[in-house]
């Protein structure tokens, strides 16, 4: 049976800086630490999660993109799942198609159920990756070319379907230190011509071709730990950060960026921010 969208929904990103038009989201309402996937949680396993904080701080990011024109779908949260909040993860749209990923780790999957159901609720066509890994943080859009961390999140094989379901984009293979979890965790696109990015986590050789390509801004390291890199573009050169990043920051108003500064430190202690918060489904 052939699927036809619902009519106000539109599905198209070609980009990571276009004008952020629909996102979906997800409120951490069960987020918390249960099994360690990254450094990040490492270092706030004690600690954990203070959800009443997470979700108070995840509202005021919703009314953020709002404000700026942003119409926001929330996923419902399950309990079972306490990494729902990035959705950005479980699927990401490449073109005019919204694929749904194939999680990697056993704590994150089930997450692309509730994301299918909803789809197919709006009877809106995706495209679902199956028995190859990959994960939305390791796929970053600009324009014909698309960018894939190559990581224990995503594999080869995932990359070989892509090329072939998408043979008018050229991808890239970006091999990078996996325990820094995905790509956007290390590299993230600004504009056509600027992008963030946490050298330590990439070879020389990835990092003189992207430097051919883009201005680079390089984060430090105690910024990468506050997720320096994974900020979100919301088109018109408006960039969302953490305050706590005072150094890229003033790096991105330096080169005439608006950034709009909104705290979810809660939410970062489990090793995302707000691009991983946030799945696109149409820019421009």
Request: glycine share 4%.
């Amino acid at each position: 049976m052939t699927l036809v969208p619902e009519r106000n929904l539109k599905i198209s990103c070609h980009s990571e800086y276009d004008k952020l038009h629909t996102v979906i989201v997800c409120e951490p309402q069960y987020m918390a630490i249960r099994e360690v996937i990254n450094k990040t949680q490492e270092h706030f396993l004690d600690e954990n999660i203070d959800k009443e904080k997470a979700v108070q701080q995840h509202l005021q990011f919703k009314e953020a993109l709002r404000k700026h024109g942003v119409d926001v779908i929330t996923l419902p949260a399950k309990p079972e799942l306490p990494e729902q909040v990035f959705t950005r993860d479980i699927g990401f749209t490449l073109g005019d198609t919204i694929f749904v990923a194939e999680m990697a780790s056993n704590i994150r999957q089930g997450e692309e159920v509730v994301l299918k159901k909803w789809l197919e609720e709006k009877q809106i066509p995706y495209h679902n990756i199956t028995d190859d890994f990959i994960e939305g943080g390791d796929v970053i859009i600009d324009r014909s070319t698309i960018y894939v961390g190559v990581s224990d999140r995503t594999n080869e094989e995932s990359i070989k379907k892509l090329r072939t379901l998408l043979p008018e984009f050229e991808i890239f293979p970006v091999p990078f230190d996996g325990s820094y979890l995905h790509l956007d965790c290390v590299f993230n696109i600004l504009s056509p011509d600027e992008a963030l990015i946490f050298p330590k986590a990439l070879n020389q050789k990835e990092i003189e071709w992207l430097s051919n390509r883009y201005q680079l801004i390089e984060v430090t390291e105690e910024e990468q730990f506050t997720m320096g890199t994974n900020v979100l573009s919301i088109g018109d050169k408006k960039v969302i950060s953490l305050p706590m990043n005072k150094k890229v920051n003033e790096e991105m108003r330096s080169r005439g960026y608006e950034v709009i500064e909104v705290d979810i430190s809660e939410i970062i202690k489990s090793g995302g921010s707000f691009r991983c918060c946030t799945l696109p489904i149409l820019r421009g």
